[in-house]
């Protein structure tokens, strides 16, 4: 059941969002520098297209990335929480979404421990394993970025390349 539910949902949001490559491929350079993770905001921004929750997700994880940009340390950590919660919020308005799980992964292997956001990196990356297989036929371009992201953090997906 949770296979056909993502599979309906993936199959969705593939085929009515050619914007969604835009926001997929500005995610991983959002740490790179902050014009990129602007882009990635601003795109996610005028994306009407897509859910709600998973545009959600891109926003908050640019805010996320822009957050380490402000001077002051207190208004640093006040935006980061305030996009954790948003995040977190997406995750629990779609949980059975591997790109919302996805982006909150990625966000929580690469901020600083200080952040004290990790506590879902487990489920997270056992969900996305489980359920990548789903993504393969419909959605091969999600299913790559994925792939190539659980391979080069050293993950063993098994069987289901």
């Not at 990129?36 to 545009?55: E, F």
């Amino acid at each position: 059941m949770i296979n056909f539910f993502i599979i309906n949902l993936s199959f969705f949001t593939f085929y009515l969002s050619p914007d969604l490559n835009k926001l997929r491929n500005l995610f991983p350079l959002i740490n790179k520098n902050e014009s990129y993770a602007v882009a990635l905001l601003n795109s996610s921004n005028t994306i009407k297209t897509i859910s709600v929750p998973l545009n959600n997700a891109y926003k908050a994880a640019a805010q996320m990335a822009l957050a380490k940009y402000k001077f002051n340390p207190i208004s640093k950590l006040t935006e980061f929480n305030q996009a954790k919660i948003k995040l977190n919020d997406c995750v629990k308005k779609d949980s059975l979404n591997i790109e919302i799980r996805y982006i909150r992964l990625a966000i929580q292997e690469h901020v600083p421990a200080i952040l004290n956001y990790s506590n879902n990196i487990d489920p997270d990356k056992k969900f996305i394993i489980q359920n990548l297989h789903s993504l393969k036929q419909i959605d091969p371009t999600l299913f790559t970025i994925i792939n190539n992201y659980l391979r080069l953090r050293g993950y063993f997906i098994g069987s289901k390349k």
